[in-house]
């Protein structure tokens, strides 16, 4: 009644100081009809944002451009998901961070090179010009040079925002979660690195996500190659922005782009386009070295001699069957300084024509969503940030998180598999009527002893509403209590899948539910 009260107050509030106004601007020298019609214009659009007689505000529920919910099945991947990569972290003796979800505006500025349009710009808050966060590195970088640290392994995984053109069927948003692994410090060459393509690796295969593939490549040499192909120096970012386009458009557009929008050479382009073709791994490496053009560039050089060693290592961590060294990949972020890699799916896992087709969506969108892991080396970055230019070397990975869901949220949806949203381990049941206080009092048993149980919130349950709610949501076990159980010190526990019962004693029953859910 109040709001009710308020919307037509204010209402006639503005019928009242509108006539006047109205009024007013007709006895003003010089007025023209065209701003008296602005004005009111302005009166009517005011009336309608706060509500006038019979007006209903219209509006569509949905979410914004780029962002989704998720339900519980999905979350409970996510949660899987996640649980799978800390773990994978944690085993590599990483520790963790939070950044806030804002940064200054100066502090992302000139780092994503033409990604740079994507960042979202917030309007001016107190004088400080803000934006949100575009990836998990610079803030990191940041942090280092804020608080002077040195060395550190570190994880994060955090929400990042990007402008980007929403693609939600290869999981594709502009708001989504990134899973960063970063060692920052002083330390021999390409041991970190190994380190980092060896997490891909694990993930990727712990993820059961489908073949993969870990594509490699250096920022040295790229910018050698292109030197050595006749690419002027003012043209190696932009050049190399679009040779990063590879893995999306063909060679003749790639090379089109260059040439009519880039203002390269046919020639200089028609070069780079011999070497980016090329693939391999240690071997490619070598015989690069006695390439007649690449050998004359310096850079070129130590980043080849860097490739072998990295791979060197690769094979002693066991994962060089899944590495291939590719000049075609560029990675077009500008903060990279040496080694870069890219973890790609090769075939998804999940058969075309499954859930996306059978929803109007092309089959093979619903299995291409190529690159879910991306990383290199930033050796330059923390010195942007620090006063003295100190710079403490850098090398880390990011797990493409969203594109990740995406393929185990339609696996799980062509599989049979039911997927628990709950990690209830037992429903506490009553046979008969009045005995919500002792259900309570076994609930309160089990919550004090960790394990995790809960009962229907009734007084009187049928039985078979609560055996058939334990069904329905995966709950393992059910303690059911009748009278006969009271008198006797027992609890009747229920397998649900093999509906086998045993009377267990109410001193033995923690034991044996632990021992039974161990099992599970």
Known sequence: MLGMFCVRTCSGLMGLLAAPRVRSLHSLPGITVAQIDEEV???????????????????VLKTAKGTRDYNPKQMAIRERVFSTIIGCFKRHGAETIDTPVFELKETLTGKYGEDSKLIYDLKDQGGELLSLRYDL???????????????????HIAKVYRRDNPAMTRGRYREFYQCDFDIAGQYDAMIPDAECLKIVHDILSELDLGDFQIKVNDRRILDGMFAVCGVPDDKFRTICSTVDK??????EDVRREMVNEKGLSEEAADQIGEYVSLKGGMELAERLLQDHKMCTSKQACAGLSDIKLLFSYLQL?????????????????????GIIYEGVLTQAGVAPGSIEAQNGVPAEE?????????GGRYDGLVGMFDPKGRKVPCVGVSIGIERIFSILEQKAE????????TEV???????????????????????????????????????????????ESGIPLVAILGEQELKDGVVKLRVVASREEVDVSRAALIDEIRRRTSQV
């Open 41 to 59: 214009a302005k009166l009517l659009e005011l009336k309608a944002q706060i509500g006038g007689d019979n007006v209903k505000h219209q509006f």
């Open 137 to 155: 590195t610079v803030p990191f970088a940041r942090y280092l040079a804020m608080n002077k640290i040195t060395n550190i392994k570190r994880y």
């Open 246 to 251: 590879l893995d999306k458009m063909p060679w």
């Open 317 to 337: 961590f066991q994962v060089t069957d899944k590495v291939v060294f590719d000049l075609s990949l560029a990675r077009g972020l500008d903060y990279y300084t």
């Open 366 to 374: 619903s299995v291409s969503v190529g690159s879910v892991a991306g």
């Open 414 to 421: 062509a599989s049979t598999e039911k997927v628990r949203t």
């Open 425 to 471: 381990q037992v429903m506490v049941a009553s046979a008969q009527k009045n005995l919500l206080e002792d259900r309570l009092r076994l609930l309160t048993e089990l919550w004090n002893a960790g394990i995790k149980a809960e009962v229907m919130y009734k007084k009187n349950p049928k039985l078979l509403s609560q055996l058939q709610h334990c069904e």
